[in-house]
């Protein structure tokens, strides 16, 4: 198999076919938080692409070059928590300084990144299925384009629902949670193309 092959299936395996979060349901937190308008969906995706893969790739850097070879392969969960904190704080610091509007319209979800479960089950099962750096960062930045991707459809499929006549006792989160189900539905036909 080609290495251009790999990659594209590796981007649409991560993406589309395990999207972590309507597949593996990690990340639902700012999933459904943020997910009201497309513009903040999409400034949350953009950070939470750069968190994911800028995390892959230290974790991977950090479990192959100091953890694995002092076999401290323990202290995986405790240390990629403070990379991500790490990270987290950067970009929250680059918004409030270059973004303050998309800063102010994260407002709590941005920190939440930190705990975000997406981004630490990323790094984690980069280490758990043995990826090598560049396919840790591959698998990485495939996994938050696909929680970009599912946040954003999310988003425009609220605002469009912001306008309908909505039942009383589905408006709100029961509406959500339905589209996310029927989101997810979807997203399986994407089995298929592997």
């Known amino acids: 198999m080609s290495d251009i092959t790999v990659i594209l299936l590796t981007l649409v395996t991560t993406a589309l076919i395990n999207n972590v979060v309507l597949s593996q349901f990690m990340g639902l937190c700012p999933f459904l938080g943020v997910s009201k308008q497309i513009k903040t969906a999409a400034g949350m995706g953009a950070a939470v692409i750069f968190v994911i893969t800028v995390a892959s790739a230290l974790t991977s850097a950090l479990y192959r070059g100091i953890l694995l070879p002092l076999e401290l392969t323990y202290l995986n969960t405790i240390v990629f928590i403070a990379v991500i904190a790490a990270l987290v704080q950067f970009a929250e610091m680059f918004l409030r300084k270059f973004s303050p509007p998309l800063y102010n319209a994260l407002g709590v979800y941005l920190p939440l990144i930190t ?39 999310m988003a425009g499929i609220r605002e469009k629902m912001a306008h309908a006549p909505i039942p009383k006792a589905f408006r709100g989160m029961p509406i959500t949670l339905l589209i996310a189900g029927l989101m997810a539905i979807a997203f399986m036909g994407f089995g298929s193309i592997a």
């Open 115 to 153: 705990t975000n479960c997406a981004v630490l089950g990323a790094a984690l099962t980069n280490v758990q299925k043995d990826y090598s750096f560049g396919m840790s960062v591959l698998s990485g930045f495939g996994t938050a384009a696909g929680f970009a991707i599912a946040i954003i459809i």
